[in-house]
């Protein structure tokens, strides 16, 4: 191979890896929480009482539940509002995300996925990305939509949080049966 075709091939590798670099990552979640001691079933039925009092309308939210396979899949969404008056009413609306529980013996999975902002003027799929690089709209001003997209990763990133240890705090709960020897 001459000095001249390796030059090329690995200028077009390298070309291949930034653009791949530069590639969106969702927003995502995922955490495996060890509960020692405790049963698939239990941890399932865990999981369930939590949904009922993590959420208002449980019925509404749940869209997949199976005892049998040990999962639970759920479509909740939060309210978003941007905090500045100016320029807010296009962007008022919600996020709304996917919740899955999967449970085994003595731990759980946690997945908050596909995390989706729904108003007029949508900012769509939220990605890990902290700078956007161009406008999500023809319309928008990239310095106007980086403030919104900040405080919609923000709001997430606190939604994913409080499912996080309200679920951990519901998972964890200590055995009442073993009290101490008097």
Known sequence: MSMRKIVLFLTVALCAFVARAQESVKLDLV??????GVSADDLYDRAEMWVSQAFKNPDKVVKYKNKETHQLILNPQIPFQYSKLVGSAGVEGSIEYTVKINTREGRYRLEVTDCFHKASYSM??????????????RWGSLKWEQKVWLELLGAMKKEMAIISASLKAAMVIPDSSQSEDW
């Open 31 to 36: 955490e495996v929480v060890p509960v020692e």
């Open 124 to 137: 769509g799929l939220l990605t890990s990305d902290t700078v956007l690089l161009e406008p999500k709209h």
